[in-house]
């Protein structure tokens, strides 16, 4: 991971044209070549970014530009045309460092509960459901729990602690995907939670999933279900 502060500015283009002014930001390269770049404004979000895949190249430059430039940084997507380039002026830090493999994501004790006693309870998807597996793989990562409902239909469940519309994204991709598998197909899609807002209601309710509203408590004790399936 290389990490640059440094006054700089961007131009993105290809799919959508996009400029960053002159300004102090940071700058965060990759070992996969993808470049992200940083201010105080933004919550956790970069301003812009090149994801990968992509090719990274760089070239300092001699200050004989007009606009005081001593570096360029240009990221080229490989499956499209879209470019990032970025001039940087002032570098006030410019560190690499080798954070080793990242043993991925782990779930907060409550979601990864909700996940185990689900599994061991799938029946509360609806009578005769059975379990495939957990954490089924797919080319963008598992999802939370495969099983086959009562009338035999494949049944993606994306389960979270506190269902927004981003998890119901999550289980659009997931659903997509492993229906186009002939051996599953066609997939039924569950969002799953303690809480859904009413704008993650709206939309699962628009890409054809049910809500499923899970009471950890209930579920633990493993008494009477306590859920409402919409």
């Known amino acids: 991971m290389r990490i640059i502060v440094a006054t700089c500015s961007a131009e993105y283009t290809g799919r959508l044209t996009a400029h960053l002014p002159k300004a102090k930001r940071v700058l965060l390269v990759k070992g996969d070549s993808s470049v992200l770049i940083f201010s105080e404004l933004g919550s956790y979000k970069p301003l812009n970014w090149m994801a990968a895949p992509c090719v990274l190249n760089e070239r300092w430059l001699d200050g ?3 606009d005081g430039a001593v570096a360029i940084l240009e990221a080229h997507a490989t499956k499209s045309s879209d470019r990032l380039v970025v001039l940087l002026y002032e570098i006030d830090s410019d560190e690499s460092y080798d954070l080793g ?3 991925g994501l782990v779930k907060d004790g409550v979601e990864d509960q909700l996940q185990h006693y689900l ?8 009578p005769g459901a059975r379990l495939v597996r957990r954490e089924y ?3 963008i990562g598992p999802v939370d729990i495969l099983a086959v409902d009562g009338d035999g239909v494949t049944t993606a469940i994306e389960i979270k602690r506190h269902g927004g519309i981003d998890g119901v994204e999550q289980l659009t ?6 229906d186009r598998d002939e051996r599953l197909s066609p997939v039924r899609g569950i969002f799953a939670a303690q ?3 009413p704008q993650a209601r709206t939309l699962a309710a628009d890409r054809g999933f049910e809500c499923l509203v899970l009471d950890y408590e209930d579920m633990k004790n493993e008494g009477d279900t306590g859920l409402t399936l919409f």
């Open 64 to 66: 004989s530009r007009e």
């Open 119 to 126: 599994a061991e309870q799938i029946e509360r998807i609806g």
């Open 137 to 139: 793989p797919t080319p």
């Open 173 to 178: 991709r997931y659903v997509a995907l492993l």
């Open 101 to 103: 493999i990242d043993p």
């Open 195 to 197: 809480t859904i807002t």
